[in-house]
């Protein structure tokens, strides 16, 4: 069982920065590939980006590349996500997924069901 707890999200100016984390309880935390996905109002959940279990292999949305980053510390049992240049379309609900399903096989497509945190608010002012 893994359980997951989003902070860091806020109120940012467009071209600002944010970090967000993602930290995770239970001891197989390591073994899931990880991934942050977002919601704005009115629109469907949608991937944003995805971490393999080792950090070898990243996957970002096309939306998000050059101006995310995503990070983990298995040690720390926690995922991070930067990101910079932030734009107005950008805000959305964030949430923190994991899922043992291969990141490398879905790339974009790949949608967790194994467990999901509450999300943090991120909102970007024009």
């Known amino acids: 069982q893994v359980q997951l707890v989003e902070s860091g999200g806020g109120l940012v100016q467009a071209g600002g920065s944010l970090r967000l984390s993602c930290a995770a309880s239970?001891?197989?935390?390591?073994?899931?590939?990880m991934g942050w996905f977002r919601q704005a109002p009115g629109k469907e959940r949608e991937f944003v980006v995805g971490i393999s279990w080792s950090g070898g292999t990243t996957v970002y949305a096309d939306s998000v590349k050059g101006r995310f980053t995503i990070s983990r510390d298995n040690a720390k049992n926690t995922v991070y996500l930067q990101m910079n240049s932030l734009k107005p379309e950008d805000t959305a609900h964030y949430y923190c997924?994991?899922?043992?399903?291969?990141?490398?096989?879905?790339?974009?497509?790949?949608?967790?069901?194994?467990?999901w945190g509450q999300g943090t608010q991120v909102t970007v002012s024009s």
């Open positions: 239970g001891r197989s935390f390591s073994r899931y590939n």
């Open positions: 997924a994991a899922d043992s399903s291969s990141l490398t096989y879905y790339g974009s497509r790949w949608y967790p069901t194994d467990y």
